[in-house]
Each structure stands twice: as C-alpha cells, then as structure tokens.
C-alpha cells in the first residue's frame, strides 16, 4: 500500500500525559500537513512542512503542540500535557509540490481520546 | 469565522437520483477548490477538484461546477449510487507557500436503494 499511513489508529491518554502520534506520507511527496478534526466539523489546519522545513505553525493550537519531519520523510505530533478539549481526530495528509493547487492525500487518522 | 461554507448538514436522495452537493465560500482569495468523501473511522479521500481559471470539470459520475461571483461551488453525483453514501467535504486553498486547505462542516448524503 502506498498511501498515507499514520500510527496509532486510536490513543487514549489521561489528561497531563504526552502523546505522540507519527505520520508516513506517501513516498514521492515533499508537502505534508497536519490537520485536526472534532465532531461534526471538517478538518482543521495545523501546521505544514516542505521537505523537513516547517514553514507555517501559526496554526498550532498552543505551545502544548509541536512538529517535526526531521529528514524530510516522516513527521511525528507531539501534545504535552493533553487537556480533555484535546480530544479529536488528528489527520496527516501529503501533496507534491504544484504552483497551481493540488490534491491532499489524507491518511486514516489518529484518533485521540484524553480521559 | 467560516471561511467555507456548506449549510445542509444532510441529504437523501434515491438511488439513481442526482445529488447536488453545495458549498459557499467567502475569502476571494481561494482559487482552488476541491471535494473529500469521508466514511467512518478513515480520512478524507479525494474526489474531484477545480481551479478558479475553469468553471466546471467532470470525472464519471462526478462534476463540480464554480460560480465565481457567486463564490458558489457544487457537486453533481448522477446516477447516485448506495456506496456514495458518505460525508462530503468541501475545502479550499490560496494561493501561497502553504497551500493549506480550509474545509467545510460537511454534507451527510444519504441514498436510498
């Protein structure tokens, strides 16, 4: 399978733990975006890289969310301290770079519940 | 500040039937604009897209149509099939380094076999 992959599928924290989830875009592609999804909403951006640069983070919900793609190939999310209103869908998607817009190819998710 | 659009939360339509999914966006800056399908528990996948330059692009079954000065787009399914059965997102993106895209709440299509 060549797609988009993220791991874990499901996470389930208590509040004040650190949670970690990674992302592995498909193989060809530079751009990679981090987006989070509640109930009823459609995804939200949070953060992008090209290549292993980081180029947009104003997004990120607060300093508890931080980012790396540290060679340029896969990312990992990291949330410390996670609160209760943490509780979401967090997706990966990838793209090649394109002047014009391209398509965002999503993964499955990683689901996050903090109790 | 919802920058994308879409008001109905859900449709049904019968099998065979066109479904006319809408979205509305507000920022003239979009100039790219695309449709995900989502089933439960997986990510988005894309469907179809179309740049600001055209105003109507088909693929199968598929087709989005722009209105520009309306900031208006849809997604025409004809025939609608069961499998369609989903939530249709609809997102857009500017130009810039970014690219990100801004989604839509989503449109629950429901088609009755």
């Known amino acids: 399978d060549t797609g988009v992959s993220q791991d874990p599928r499901h996470k389930i924290t208590k509040r004040g733990q650190n949670v970690t989830f990674r992302c592995d875009p498909i193989s060809e592609h530079n751009r990679l975006y981090w987006y989070r999804q509640t109930l009823g909403q459609g995804p939200e951006f949070l953060t992008y890289f090209q290549n292993e640069a980081q180029l947009e983070k104003s997004r990120l919900l607060s300093d508890r969310f931080s980012a790396e793609r540290p060679k340029g190939s896969f990312s990992t999310l990291e949330i410390q301290r996670t609160e209760q209103g943490d509780s979401a869908m967090y997706l990966c998607?990838?793209?090649?770079?394109?002047?014009?817009?391209?398509?965002?190819?999503f993964g499955p998710g990683t689901r996050l519940t903090v109790l | 500040d919802q920058q994308v659009k879409q008001n109905s939360p859900s449709l049904s339509v019968q099998e065979g039937r066109i479904s006319i999914l809408n979205c509305d966006y507000t920022?003239?800056?979009?100039?790219?604009f695309l449709w995900y399908k989502k089933y439960p528990a997986e990510g988005p996948t894309f469907l179809i897209s179309i740049s600001s330059i055209k105003d109507k692009n088909e693929d199968g079954r598929f087709t989005v149509f722009l209105n520009k000065s309306a900031k208006h787009l849809s997604l025409h399914i004809v025939p609608s099939q069961p499998g369609d059965s989903a939530v249709y997102f609809c997102?857009?993106?500017?130009?810039?380094?970014?690219?990100?895209?801004?989604f839509g709440s989503g449109t629950q299509l429901t088609v009755l076999p």
């Open positions: 920022n003239s800056m979009f100039d790219y």
């Open positions: 998607a990838s793209s090649s770079m394109d002047s014009l817009g391209s398509e965002q190819f």
């Open positions: 997102a857009a993106s500017a130009h810039g380094s970014a690219r990100q895209l801004t």
